[in-house]
């Protein structure tokens, strides 16, 4: 009688990390200890793993950055490629913005979070504030636009409003939380009840 020999269960090694995961990861630790405050020996340990299998994956602390601003910026030009889609005056264009810019922000929380901490410090850093100054400039273009339509109050500046629009939109980092029980689109209704029925245009 012949016996069949029993199969070992494999041993549990650490986990490994893939991009995706080592980015979750360090967009963590710079939001909570700052870019400059973060090495990537606290990152490696943080993961539990060495920092050559960190190089493994990128080559410096300051790619991971990039990688982190663009994760926002690029969700945010998204939207912005899509304005030619929508129908309807530039009031129309900029509400589709903001909203499209408040899901941004929800569904990359961590990295829009660490996109408006940056100062300039690195080159990796003007970068992400010259794309920021970038989209700032088209969100001023629509209010102007608005404006000429007859649409929004003439009697703010446009850049101003643009910043206090997305003043707004950007504050969501400092208290929204996924877990509230709020979504995207309740709360992009929010933000653009509060911003439009302020500047928009009342009939007499």
């Not at 945010?76 to 889609?85: H, K, R, S």
């Not at 969100?139 to 101003?160: C, K, N």
């Not at 877990?179 to 209704?189: C, F, K, M, P, S």
């Amino acid at each position: 009688m012949t016996t069949t020999p029993t199969t070992r269960p494999a041993k549990r090694g650490r986990p490994g990390y893939d991009l995706e995961s080592l980015l979750a990861v360090a967009v963590k630790l710079f939001n909570e200890r700052g870019y400059d405050g973060t090495s990537m020996e606290d990152l490696s340990r943080k993961l539990g793993i060495t920092k050559s299998a960190i190089y493994h994956h990128v080559p410096s602390k300051e790619e991971l950055l990039r990688l982190s601003v663009n994760r926002a910026l690029d969700g945010l030009f998204a939207i912005v490629t899509e304005l030619d889609t929508v129908d309807g005056r530039a009031l129309e264009r900029l509400e589709h913005l903001v909203r499209g810019s408040v899901a941004v922000l929800v569904e990359r929380l961590p990295f829009v979070t660490l996109l408006l901490r940056v100062r300039g410090n690195t080159k990796v850093e003007r970068d992400a504030l010259a794309r920021r100054r970038e989209f700032d400039h088209i969100v001023t273009s629509l209010v102007s636009e608005a404006i000429a339509d007859g649409d929004l109050r003439s009697d703010i500046d446009p850049a101003t409003a643009a910043r206090l629009l997305f003043g707004m939109v950007n504050s969501l980092i400092e208290w929204y939380r996924p877990r509230g029980g709020i979504g995207a689109e309740v709360l992009a209704d929010s933000v653009a009840a509060m911003a439009f029925d302020g500047l928009r245009v009342r009939e007499s």
